[in-house]
């Protein structure tokens, strides 16, 4: 006899609570978690940031979600490039690059938006930055079927990774409209430049 479906759903929060814990006792799972976590948070924080940093420049609102666009297109279509770069390569020179030429263009995104450049230069910076966003969640699901043996383990990885995708465009934009409220619209794409390192 198959038992009710009260009792099947109680022993499937009970595995699901055990499985989340048993992830959560390696170190190494802890250090993903909390390392992917904090490194794609700038993905929920740099669309607000771009537009309150055109407008606090002066720019219109047209331009700032022209240029929060180019950085979405161009941090999606690197993705792909990026992903496919740490399938082939060790991930840790590809996040570096990609770390490096993030930053670089984003300042250089800052610089020009404090200069109140064209749109076009702002386009173009934007599109340059989105271009080198390190693929992070590629990486991360690459790293759990090596650290996770176990497939009842791999499965809370992943449901807890597409958790965390929430966290990330829910928090993401908290985090800048207290930046730009309380230092300047510039800090929010500063802070989106603080990636942790991978150690």
């Known amino acids: 006899l198959r038992p009710p479906p009260a009792a099947r759903m109680s022993v499937a929060q009970t595995l699901g609570v055990r499985s989340y814990r048993e992830l959560f006792a390696g170190r190494d799972a802890r250090r993903v978690i909390s390392w992917g976590l904090l490194a794609r948070m700038p ?3 740099a669309s607000l940031a771009f537009v309150l940093l055109v407008r606090g420049e002066g720019g219109s609102y047209t331009t700032a979600g022209i240029v929060s666009g180019a950085y979405t297109v161009a941090a999606g279509a690197g993705a792909v490039v990026g992903g496919r770069l740490v399938d082939r390569r060790r991930p840790a020179p590809v996040l570096l690059t ?3 030429g ?4 984003l300042a250089g995104l800052l610089a020009l938006a404090h200069a109140r450049s064209p749109e076009p230069a702002l386009i173009g910076g934007a599109l340059v930055a ?3 966003a390190p693929p992070v969640g ?8 090596a650290m996770l043996p ?3 383990l791999r499965t809370t ?6 958790t965390i995708q929430e966290v990330i465009f829910v928090v993401g934009p908290l985090v800048v409209a207290a930046l730009a409220a309380t230092i300047s619209p510039s800090a929010g794409v500063a802070a989106a430049r603080a990636r942790p390192a991978w150690r």
């Open 98 to 100: 990609d770390g490096v």
């Open 138 to 145: 590629p990486t991360i699901r690459m790293m759990w079927p």
């Open 157 to 162: 990885a992943f449901a807890l990774e597409a």
């Open 102 to 105: 993030d930053g670089i263009a």
């Open 43 to 45: 993905m929920g924080m």
């Open 150 to 152: 176990k497939p009842e």
């Open 130 to 132: 989105g271009a080198f």
